[in-house]
């Protein structure tokens, strides 16, 4: 892809408001952002979208810039790419570190789609002009999370998100159904379960929820498959959800109805488009998940989510839901719950690079 050289950035934020999820509580952001530019002065950006510490995943910030400066850059140095398709396999001699990989493989699918003259939803098999906005709340604070809701409904938010946990889901979404009656809400549980939680699980069934997110292990598949069998909320798999044979084996076991797709969880756009397609092919339908993420990972997953398959409104939320100004322009925005995509090549959005150098920490630049 006549690769000129590949800029990390480390970037910090801190967020409009904290996000708490029973495994922890997030007030700053960190991230790596990956420019790769092309000898015809054509850049790409993507978004390493891991956080500081390993409380989602074992990947961290720290862990990804090593394996991108140290890894994966001399592998792209030395072996060269043609098409971004042909990234993921080149990436196979280094094990697991999806977010580290994702983040160079969205900024490469960025570059050809802006060489092509085609926007990325287009380049990557997109069918719509408009994405469907959810939100997440992350606040086990019942009225506080009320409030939060109201306002993210008035502002035109499509379906909404609450974080679960033993201490706080039955009354918790009882009383949040009762204001909302007609919501589209799902609750995400982030691992807080076991098996012997099942009939705590089923007394949610009536609330109507449009699922229940990754109640068991962040690496398991068969307790769900046994938990999907005794609840009729549809089961979501985030994180155990890893790799293309990760659905593949979920799917045929029945330990869930829904996938959300993370892009960095799963080690890029063609990753995710595989997963996507088999999920197509598979009747599952599935959504585009969040990661508290900038303008760069976020422009990336609308693309993702202009598929076909994505039948199910993602957390793609607009750019002033967790920061006061993000680092693309214009800023991502809801309008009467949709999200237009951009008609500008690659992800159709410009670097705000007085915002970048603000709030980078460090930065280092290969040169090829
Ligand atoms: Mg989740």
């Known amino acids: 892809m ?4 590949i800029k990390l950035s480390l970037i910090k934020m801190p967020l409009k408001q904290a996000f708490t999820t029973h ?16 000898k015809d002065g054509v850049s790409g950006f993507g978004e390493g979208v891991a956080f500081s510490s390993p409380w989602y995943t074992e990947e961290t910030i720290q862990t990804s810039w090593h394996v991108l400066k140290d890894f994966i850059i001399p592998l792209i140095k030395e072996n060269g790419i043609a098409h971004p398709e042909g990234t993921f396999a080149l990436f196979s001699s280094i094990r697991r570190n999806h977010m580290a990989k994702a983040a ?3 900024a490469l699918w960025d570059l050809q789609a802006k060489r092509e003259g085609k926007t990325l939803s287009k380049l990557m ?21 009320i409030t939060q809701i109201e306002s993210y409904l008035e502002k035109g938010y499509y379906r909404v998100k609450v974080k679960i946990s033993p201490e706080n889901d039955i009354q918790y979404i009882a009383e949040i159904r009762k204001k909302f009656p007609d919501l589209l809400l799902m609750a995400d549980a982030n691992s807080a379960y076991t098996l012997e939680d099942a009939e705590r699980l089923k007394s949610l069934d009536e609330y109507g929820l449009l699922m229940i997110e990754q109640p068991l292990d962040y690496d398991d598949i068969v307790d769900h498959a046994k938990l999907q069998s005794k609840i009729s909320t ?10 293309f044979n990760d659905a593949r084996k979920a799917v045929e076991l029945g330990s869930c109805k829904v996938i959300n797709i993370k892009i960095g969880r799963v080690g890029g756009l063609g990753e995710a488009k595989r997963i996507h397609d088999f999920c197509a092919d598979k009747g599952i339908p599935v959504w585009a998940g969040g990661m508290i993420e900038f303008g760069i990972s976020r422009a990336h997953n609308l693309a993702l989510a202009s598929m076909p398959g994505f039948t199910i409104p993602g957390d793609i939320s607009g750019s002033d839901r967790y920061w006061e100004k993000d680092i693309i322009e214009p800023e991502i925005k809801v309008q009467g719950g949709f999200i237009t995509l951009p008609n500008r090549p690659g992800i159709g959005f410009e670097v705000n690079r007085k915002r970048l150098e603000e709030v980078t920490i460090f930065e280092d630049k290969i040169i090829f």
């Open 104 to 106: 160079i493989e969205t």
């Open 23 to 38: 495994l922890g509580t997030v007030t700053e952001r960190e991230a790596i952002i990956v420019e790769v530019e092309g």
């Open 234 to 243: 549809p089961i979501c798999l985030d994180e155990s959800i890893v790799t």
């Open 2 to 5: 006549n690769i000129k050289s």
């Open 125 to 145: 098999g997109g069918t719509v002009d408009t994405i469907p906005s959810g939100v997440v709340v992350g606040n086990p604070n019942l009225p506080a999370a």
